[in-house]
């Protein structure tokens, strides 16, 4: 069974601090990505990366960095938070070609205050 | 670019009915396309995804899909929904090849309420 865990489940930070989310896959693949989501737009991919150690820019990469120090790894960052970043995040993972399916983390529920 | 449209944001159902749920993709050339489930409080999960070949493609949970070139169209349709059918569903469509294949556009989804 394909496996991805994400931490934290939930986390409240304030406006100009510093959030990383992580998360960890132990389906041997490749591609790994962070997703968005907020009411009536679905999911909008933020970051994903290939190969460990490169990442790259999604659709709205303003205001989030990304980094992927190892295959299983792939983290999110928040240098400086932003109310307009409440939201939940997803990371998920899929292996080469682009019928692949995409595995989902159970979710990170961020709040900016 | 690609680009997903789920046009209907809520639907609800009587459990028993049958359910159909749209979706309009955009794309240059022949997509993969795929259908996620969300269920309260989890991810997403696979329900079914067409490759090019046979239009119609069954799911799990007795869900099927039916791709159409011509309308440009992957709709989701269930015979008889049952109560844990309540969830939120995804449309997504997938580029076919190059560095970026596999990066999935996501529709707006549509939240299905099962009543008794």
């Known amino acids: 069974e394909a496996a991805v865990t994400q931490s934290p489940r939930s986390k409240v930070a304030v406006t100009g601090g510093k959030v990383t989310l992580s998360c960890h896959q132990t389906?041997?693949?490749?591609?790994m990505y962070w997703y968005r989501q907020d009411t009536g737009h679905g999911l909008r991919l933020i970051h994903y990366s290939y190969v460990a150690d490169s990442t790259e820019k999604g659709d709205i990469p303003d205001g989030y960095k990304a980094s992927r120090p190892s295959q299983e790894n792939f983290s999110l960052i928040l240098e400086l938070a932003s109310l307009s970043q409440t939201a939940v995040y997803f990371c998920?993972?899929?292996?080469?070609?682009?019928?692949?399916?995409?595995?989902f983390g159970s979710g990170t529920r961020l709040t900016v205050l | 670019a690609q680009s997903v449209t789920q046009p209907d944001a809520r639907v609800t159902v009587s459990e028993g009915a049958s359910l159909q749920l749209r979706c309009k993709y955009s794309y240059f050339g022949t997509p993969y396309l795929f259908w996620y489930v969300q269920y309260p409080r989890q991810g997403l999960q696979l329900l079914l995804k067409?490759?090019?070949?046979?239009?119609v493609v069954q799911g799990v949970n007795g869900f099927e899909a039916e791709f159409s070139k011509s309308n440009s169209s992957f709709h989701l349709r269930k015979a008889s929904v049952h109560w844990s059918d309540w969830a939120v569903y995804f449309c997504a469509v997938s580029m076919h090849t190059g560095g970026l294949s596999g990066k999935l556009t996501f529709g707006e989804g549509t939240q299905v309420t099962v009543i008794s």
């Open positions: 998920a993972s899929r292996g080469q070609g682009g019928a692949e399916t995409l595995y």
């Open positions: 389906n041997n693949h490749d591609y």
């Open positions: 067409y490759y090019p070949g046979d239009p």
